[in-house]
């Protein structure tokens, strides 16, 4: 079946460090990838997307490439900040309505 | 900028007991959803809902769970008889379109409790 996995965290990394946060997939076909955040006490939130092959979604200095000879789709900051500690999922839909997650990684960026 | 709503943040019930969560989709989005999280396991895919009808569900949405859009604003939830492992994070989404790139913009949750 389709579905995600994402490295373990938590992260924890100093502030204006790089990040990355892996994500692979599996699918039976092609689908549109996804990352969403979650900050503290808050609902999910959608960080980035990239919906066909060597697509590159961005914002808020994030960016990740959807890569379909390695079914990757990992997050990358080039300097982090406090404000980022959250959690990260990943995430796909193949078709019809239901994204499915990874599991979610907690990152923690220290001062 | 208009957001997903939904009430109560923390539900504590008895098993066997029936709960409602309850839901304010984005104004003028047409589609809903419903997902939960086990206490660390994945946020999982529960129940979409478009013009009235159940438009996909998964296999954990099952004779205990329902979904209504009772009027015009509120999208709930409802679950007959809770079990122990109903304990979760349930998140309500809302989205413009249907199609498979469409931003689904989710509520901050509602955790339940099931004794």
């Known amino acids: 079946g389709n579905s995600v996995t994402q490295m373990e965290g938590p992260v924890t990394l100093s502030e204006e460090a790089f990040l990355t946060i892996n994500c692979t997939y599996t699918?039976?076909?092609?689908?549109?990838l996804f990352w969403y955040v979650q900050y503290p006490g808050e609902g999910l939130q959608l960080l980035l997307k990239?919906?066909?092959?060597?697509d590159k979604g961005s914002n808020k200095g994030f960016e990740a490439t959807y890569r379909k000879e390695t079914t990757s789709f990992h997050l990358e900051k080039g300097s982090v900040q406090v404000s980022d500690s959250a959690v990260y999922f990943c995430?796909?839909?193949?078709?019809?309505?239901?994204?499915?997650f990874g599991k979610g990684t907690s990152l923690l960026v220290t001062p | 900028e208009p957001e997903v709503t939904q009430t109560p943040s923390h539900q504590v019930t008895q098993m066997g007991q029936e709960v409602i969560l309850r839901c304010v989709p984005i104004s003028n989005h047409l589609y809903f959803y419903w997902y939960r999280q086990i206490l660390g396991q994945k946020v999982e895919f529960l129940v979409s809902?478009?013009?009235?009808?159940?438009?996909?569900k998964s296999e954990i949405f099952d004779d205990q769970f329902s979904v209504e859009r009772p009027d015009g604003s509120n999208f709930t939830l409802k679950i007959r008889s809770t079990k122990l492992e109903d304990s979760a994070m349930y998140f309500c989404?809302?989205?413009?379109?249907?199609?498979?790139?469409?931003?689904?913009?989710f509520g901050p949750g509602t955790r339940l409790l099931v004794l």
């Open positions: 995430a796909l839909i193949l078709s019809g309505y239901a994204l499915n």
């Open positions: 989404a809302s989205s413009e379109g249907g199609v498979s790139q469409e931003t689904q913009y």
């Open positions: 990239a919906t066909k092959a060597d």
């Open positions: 699918a039976t076909g092609y689908p549109s």
């Open positions: 809902f478009y013009n009235n009808e159940i438009s996909e």
